[in-house]
């Protein structure tokens, strides 16, 4: 079975400073693994993914995260933090092809706030 | 200006009461999603489609239920039987054979 645990469901970064949201994931197959990002009742937005291609994945708004298996880690980060980041993060895992059953497995979320 | 939509996007019912949330989507995709998010909690699987006319249910549907009688469409009925049913719902589609979901604006249910 797959699970997602995203590491810290507060983080505060100051504008202009480097933003990390950290995710772990647990899968027993090659999983793939996505970023989305949700502003205040809004829906979700794909921020990047990461199908087995290159590790380091470049995503919308300047964010990128790295896929390390060795660490079953999957991190996402952001140079220079903007006021209008903050938002709630969602890292996702999905061990299914895309015909695959039952969809995404969600972890519980970070909230990034960004200190003017 | 394509998209998935759903309506309403605030809907207040008394305890007791069915209500249907709608979700429709013109991206051509096949399959459709229902989830659940509570404060804390992430999103909740409810019940998913592959196919016009066929749906599975998912991590948590009892007391929801849903049709898929046109490909762009995947209706959800929160019946009275769903005992804490205050939360905000979200629908999301994905073309067959692609892993990413998008997703719609949601529609946040208070029941009173």
């Known amino acids: 079975a797959q699970s997602v645990t995203q590491l810290d469901s507060h983080v505060s970064v100051s504008e202009g400073t480097p933003v990390l949201l950290r995710c772990n994931y647990s899968s027993s197959y090659s999983p793939s693994l996505f970023w989305y990002v949700q502003h205040p009742n809004k829906g979700l937005q794909l921020l990047l993914k990461?199908?087995?291609?290159?590790?380091l994945v470049k995503g919308i708004n300047g964010f990128e995260a790295e896929f390390k298996k060795s660490e079953t880690s999957f991190h996402l980060t952001k140079p220079s933090a903007h006021m209008s980041d903050a938002a709630e993060y969602f890292c996702?895992?999905?061990?299914?092809?895309?015909?695959?059953?039952?969809?995404?497995?969600f972890g519980k979320g970070t909230h990034l706030i960004i200190q003017p | 200006d394509g998209g998935i939509t759903q309506s309403p996007k605030y809907l207040f019912r008394k305890e007791g009461q069915n209500v249907t949330l709608s979700c429709e989507q013109n991206?051509?995709?096949?399959?459709m999603y229902w989830y659940r998010q509570d404060p804390g909690q992430g999103l909740r699987l409810i019940y998913y489609s592959q196919i016009v006319n066929d749906f599975q249910k998912g991590d948590i549907a009892e007391g929801y239920s849903v049709s898929r009688e046109k490909k762009e469409s995947f209706p959800l009925t929160v019946t009275s039987a769903q005992k804490n049913p205050t939360a905000f719902y979200l629908c999301a589609s994905k073309v067959r054979g692609a892993y990413e979901q998008y997703f719609g604006p949601g529609t946040r249910l208070t029941v009173t």
């Open positions: 991206l051509n995709h096949d399959a």
């Open positions: 996702v895992v999905s061990e299914e092809s895309g015909g695959g059953a039952d969809g995404l497995t």
């Open positions: 990461y199908t087995s291609a290159a590790t």
